[in-house]
């Protein structure tokens, strides 16, 4: 057993930092390392299961589920429940050293290891703004509201989130008008066979969803999309005009990375691409030989699309836990830690429910747009719930403190 203080910092309790921070509890508490202490830091006081916001739109009650409140993750991986050890703070993090994060409240908090896992930021609905756990339920059924009572919903954007928004849409609102749009010759990544798309297509027309593709719509420099009942038309690159009562755009997220400054400025190099993404080696670790105890799991990082699903951030979160693992126990062993790589697999299955009926599959060599089989495999294994049972997992105490 050793008796060092070790203290990993986790910012960002996304599906990448969820797992890091399970893993690495777990492992303290197995006996070998008591004193190891972990710090979860996030600008929310919950996490939000966003795979299922597609139903929380049209099903209130499932809504309320998705917020699970960060103060209790680790409760139950406390060695000594009665002094715990694991904390969370919630704040916003503005800038980060070799040693220190520093918060937008002018908290700073020292570290050994550092996981940034601040993912990445979706558009409502398909995310929530609010940082409250009673405002972020108050703002779900907001959004709930106001779709029940538009009479015509545009969505604006084809990958796996809006079609998914439409279809749940269309199928417990048939009188209403929906239509979807989409930039591209087809639905979801391109990565997906196109086959997939056919059938996507054809299963929204069923209920009742019209689809437009390679069709690029104009949105006015000011435009927000909250979610909100708002009469508005766009108009697309063909010129035909897009009039709603709500509209949701559903056109990719954004990356919010600008707390690297402090440490590119004392590197004077950037550590980040164009669009915001961490850089990251082979080991998910920062890419820059003097921060080896610093890694970016998750959407965050570079790494491409592919990789940017939350399987895959699930499975980073898992390597990067291994590898703090081998790092904290190496100086017992007297041997360098010998770290593994992420496999850097990069996404080829997909599961799309079109309402809570039908959907495309493609995975295990199969490709099942049109066929009845897409329907089963898509409702069974993902429209259910979306994943949420299994989430439920993970916050086995759901009352905050």
């Known amino acids: 057993?050793?008796?060092?203080?070790?203290?990993?910092?986790?910012?960002?309790?996304?599906?990448?930092g969820i797992k890091v921070a399970k893993t690495l509890?777990?492992?303290?508490?197995?006996?070998g390392y008591p004193n190891l202490r972990i710090t979860l830091i996030d600008r929310n006081a919950y996490h939000y299961h966003a795979l299922g916001a597609p139903r929380s739109i049209v099903d209130k009650e499932f809504g309320k589920k998705l917020i699970f409140p960060l103060s209790t993750l680790l409760t139950?991986?406390?060695?000594?429940?009665y002094s715990p050890k694991h904390q969370f703070i919630q704040g916003?993090?503005?800038?980060?050293?070799?040693?220190?994060?520093?918060?937008?409240?002018?908290?700073?908090?020292?570290?050994?290891?550092?996981?940034?896992?601040?993912?990445?930021?979706?558009?409502?609905?398909?995310?929530?703004?609010?940082?409250?756990?009673?405002?972020?339920?108050?703002?779900?059924?907001?959004?709930?509201?106001?779709?029940?009572?538009?009479?015509?919903?545009?969505?604006?954007g084809g990958g796996a989130v809006g079609v998914e928004m439409a279809g749940e849409i269309g199928h417990a609102y048939p009188d209403k008008t929906v239509t979807l749009v989409h930039s591209a010759g087809r639905l979801l990544p391109l990565n997906f066979k196109p086959a997939l798309s056919d059938g996507v297509v054809s299963k929204l027309k069923r209920v009742g969803v019209t689809v437009y593709l390679n069709e690029k719509v104009s949105i006015p420099?000011?435009?927000?999309?909250?979610?909100?009942?708002?009469?508005?038309?766009?108009?697309g690159a063909s010129g035909r005009e897009y009039t709603s009562d709500l509209q949701i755009l559903a056109t990719g997220t954004q990356l919010h990375t600008e707390y690297m400054e402090t440490l590119e400025s004392a590197l004077g190099t950037s550590l980040r691409d164009s669009r915001g993404g961490i850089k990251v080696n082979g080991y998910l670790q920062l890419d820059s030989p003097k921060f080896t105890n610093i890694f970016v799991p998750g959407d965050v990082n570079n790494l491409p699309a592919g990789a940017k699903f939350a399987l895959k951030a699930a499975e980073q979160g898992a390597s990067v836990a291994?590898?703090?693992i081998a790092l904290i126990k190496a100086p017992e062993t007297g041997r360098p830690a010998v770290l593994k790589p992420w496999d850097g697999s990069l996404m080829s299955m997909i599961?799309?429910?079109?309402?809570?009926?039908?959907?495309?599959?493609?995975?295990?060599?199969?490709?099942?747009?049109?066929?009845?089989?897409?329907?089963?495999?898509?409702?069974?294994?993902?429209?259910?719930?979306?994943?949420?049972?299994?989430?439920e997992k993970d916050f086995p105490i759901r009352k905050a403190f």
């Open 1 to 16: 057993m050793s008796a060092r203080e070790i203290h990993v910092v986790i910012v960002g309790v996304s599906v990448a």
């Open 25 to 31: 509890a777990t492992f303290s508490k197995s006996g």
């Open 76 to 81: 139950s991986h406390e060695v000594d429940p």
């Open 92 to 156: 916003e993090l503005t800038s980060v050293t070799a040693n220190t994060v520093s918060l937008s409240d002018g908290q700073t908090v020292s570290f050994d290891y550092l996981v940034l896992a601040t993912g990445s930021r979706n558009k409502l609905p398909a995310n929530l703004r609010s940082q409250s756990i009673a405002e972020a339920q108050e703002e779900a059924a907001r959004m709930f509201d106001n779709i029940a009572q538009a009479q015509s919903i545009l969505i604006v």
């Open 221 to 235: 420099t000011g435009t927000t999309f909250d979610c909100s009942i708002r009469p508005l038309t766009l108009y």
């Open 322 to 324: 291994q590898n703090l």
């Open 351 to 391: 599961l799309v429910p079109i309402g809570r009926n039908l959907g495309v599959f493609q995975g295990m060599g199969m490709t099942l747009g049109h066929s009845w089989w897409g329907d089963v495999m898509a409702r069974n294994m993902k429209g259910k719930d979306y994943f949420l049972s299994q989430k």
